[in-house]
Structures are given as structure tokens and as C-alpha cells.
């Protein structure tokens, strides 16, 4: 019996897009409307730099960042098969979906670590 790697790759989407739904909105809400708004203070760059500098800080957004990666490669892969029909190019599609998601991913832990 040949072992698929599908199961590893429906928990990365599931994984991602509960990631994704949990937080994405609590981000956007904070930077998107509370501080443009004035409900709450912005904050100073420095005091930015310290939050994200902060080890749990970096694996809060890698996790979240890595996790929406392959949340919308695995989405992007299955919108292309059945959307377009493009099961025949199973392979290349696999491996350009999942490979941008894992360049993103070192993108992302590259930046990350680097702060």
C-alpha cells in the first residue's frame, strides 16, 4: 500500500485556516481601525520593536505567517483542480503551491530571525 502525504498537508490547511480565523481578524481590527481611529494610543516604534523583538512575539507571527502560507497553498492547489480542471498537472501544481508556501515560510523565518 503506498503512503500519501495528503493527511500532512490537510492538517497544515487546517491548522492555518483556524490560525488564520482566530487572529487575522484581531490583527487587522488593532492596525487596521483601533489605532488609524484614535481608540487606542499608537505605539511608538520603539516600543513596536520591543514587542516583536520578544522570542514569543516571533513565534506568534511566524506560526501565524508560516500556517496561512500553506492554508492557501493547499486552498490555491484545490481551487486549480477543480476549478480550472487541471488534474493533470497534479504534480507540477503540488509542487508549486507547496514550494511557494515553504519559501515563504523561510522567507518569513529569515526576516524574523533577523530582527
Known amino acids: ?47 513596536m520593536f520591543d514587542l516583536v523583538a520578544h522570542p514569543l512575539t516571533r513565534l506568534f507571527l511566524f506560526v501565524v505567517i508560516s500556517l496561512s502560507f500553506f492554508h492557501w497553498a493547499h486552498r490555491f492547489r484545490f481551487t486549480l483542480y477543480d476549478g480550472l480542471q487541471l488534474k493533470h498537472l497534479n504534480q507540477l501544481i503540488a509542487v508549486l503551491t507547496y514550494g511557494s508556501a515553504i519559501v515563504g515560510t523561510l522567507i518569513a523565518a529569515f526576516t524574523l530571525w533577523n530582527i
Open 1 to 47: 500500500m503506498k503512503k500519501s502525504t495528503e493527511p500532512f498537508w490537510w492538517g497544515l490547511f487546517g491548522a492555518g485556516g483556524t490560525c488564520a480565523a482566530f487572529f487575522i481578524p484581531v490583527l487587522l481590527f488593532l492596525n487596521g481601525l483601533a489605532v488609524p481611529l484614535g481608540w487606542i494610543a499608537a505605539p511608538t516604534f520603539e516600543h
